[in-house]
């Protein structure tokens, strides 16, 4: 046998050795790769169904979503038109202190106003952004009853009851409030007329 047939019969040997070894190497790695991605049932456990037509005009319902507290409002007209007209008194009338996933879809002046994609709906995480406490729905304006430090031209919507913080009627804070941000808005879509998929 000539060295060069000898020395092709040892390159042959050495790729598909090679070769081998690749395929082993990546049944390996795929199996172990795939161990550290999210269960089927945490995906699930990521998003929530709820049905909205279940909510009362003007009522509120708390619903769950990855662990945290969702509150669901269906606002009546009334209290839509209380929200117009509190720019001057929020921090950040626009929410434009967004973040990313919630931009996509507060895309007309409307949504960001009502936070909304169906203006009468309002869905946000029941969370202060002061230091995480559950803020309390007081839809009625000017209810002297809470005490002195409610504003006397509050239209109503939501106070801490931790450190005083006021949200309007579409959950965005007010001005002199320690809380930074409005309730935070999660991503959010509607399967059917009724069915929203949260997350």
Known sequence: MSDKADHSRRNFLYVAAGGLGAVAAGATAIPFIGSMLPAADTLAAAKTEY????????????IQWQGKPVFVVNRTPDMLERVKGQDDKLK???SEAVEGVQAAWMDTEEKRVYRAIKPEIL??????????CIPLFKP???QKDWGDSV????????????HGSFY????????GSPAPQNLHVMPYEYKTDTIVVIG
């Open 51 to 62: 049905d909205v037509s279940t909510v009362a005009e003007g009522q509120l319902v708390v």
């Open 92 to 94: 950040d009338p626009n």
């Open 123 to 132: 869905i946000v995480v029941a969370s202060c952004t002061h230091l995480g």
């Open 140 to 142: 009625t304006a000017g």
């Open 151 to 162: 504003p006397s031209d509050w239209a109503g919507g939501w106070h801490c009851p931790c």
């Open 168 to 175: 309007d009627l579409s959950a965005r804070v007010m001005n």
